[in-house]
């Protein structure tokens, strides 16, 4: 099968579609043929190899952590789900890839809402994964008044809805063109950057009781001063969030947090019931994943970027 590969760390150019051998479900797994799969900066830095040290990958090695497809093997073990069902889910965590790839195995998956085309249902489990373990860490419900850095990013887009969702004053930082697009959200939008703290108190008052960080920036000074203490403030960027007493989450490597999989068939029901969408940055054939993640590295991809087979 095609696969989207990277033999050696490095720059995006070193990123090959090769021909790799077909993976097939093994017990409590799927596979489906997929339909799109989605790109995250996770994937960048692996390539990237900057967490060669703590997660090192045989190479080569197949990206990708999310995918949406249609299922062709079942898995012993597995039940309530057969072949010919349409569903969106992630691979494995421990196996950090193998969704950008026309055939993926999938360890997680819930049911593709009829409501999200397959390039949004191929880019949503991994944000909704994320944004999902990131506000119960923060405990996130009816009454919070929360603060997302990064609002318009593939993360932070999820994060403002699942937050609404949930009965959250939420207020997110975007550049100035998408505030009207993070409004639409369900986020109250101001302006990242210098003189935050002034701008987030004139929207709250009385303070913001949490805050996340989706945009690695270096703002988490100004983040914990707003929410009160580091134990509000989680990121699911900055690598250098232990500095300044801030959570670091991710759900692969030495630290991670359980990984929050009900997230998925959450955020199906809300897509069923029209409250719930993923926005899509670009999508892109897998042929042309080099300019995929050069357009993730700038940092400013509006929603998610998905690939193609």
């Not at 940055?281 to 080099?290: N, S, T």
Request: proline share 6%; glycine share 14%; with cysteine.
């Amino acid at each position: 099968m095609r696969a989207l590969t990277f033999a050696e760390y490095g720059p995006a150019s070193v990123l090959r579609v090769a021909d790799v051998p077909e993976p097939h479900a093994g017990r409590d797994r799927i596979r489906v043929r997929v339909r799109a799969s989605g790109l995250t900066p996770a994937d960048c830095r692996l390539r990237a190899g900057r967490f060669r040290d703590v997660a090192p990958l045989r190479l080569p090695h197949v990206l990708g952590m999310d995918a949406a497809g249609v299922v062709d093997e079942v898995g012993p073990g597995v039940t309530g789900i057969r072949p010919g069902d349409e569903v969106f889910g992630l691979v494995d965590v421990a196996e950090l890839g193998g969704a950008n790839a026309e055939y993926a195995v999938l360890a997680a998956w819930a049911p593709k809402p009829d409501a999200l085309g397959w390039e949004q249902a191929g880019g949503a489990a991994g944000n909704v994964e994320t944004a999902t373990r990131a506000l119960d860490r923060l405990r996130v419900g009816a009454g919070t008044t929360l603060l997302i850095e990064g609002a318009a990013g593939g993360v932070g887009t999820v994060a403002v809805q699942l937050a609404a969702v949930r009965g959250a004053t939420v207020i997110g930082t975007a550049g100035a063109r998408n505030h009207t697009f993070v409004a639409g959200l369900g986020a109250t939008p101001t302006t990242y950057g210098p003189g935050l703290e002034e701008r987030v108190a004139t929207l709250a008052p009385d303070g913001v009781d949490a805050a996340l960080d989706c945009a690695g920036s270096g703002s988490l000074p100004a983040l914990v001063d707003l929410a009160g203490s580091p134990d509000r403030v989680v990121t699911i960027a900055d690598t250098n969030a232990a500095e300044f007493g801030v959570h670091h989450t991710r759900s692969a490597g030495p630290g991670a947090d359980p990984q929050a999989l009900e997230g998925l068939a959450v955020a199906a029901a809300l897509a069923g019931q029209g409250r719930f969408t993923v926005p899509v940055a670009a999508v892109f054939p897998l042929d042309d994943a080099a300019a995929a993640h050069r357009l993730s590295e700038t940092g400013h991809a509006r929603g998610k970027i998905v690939l193609t087979p």
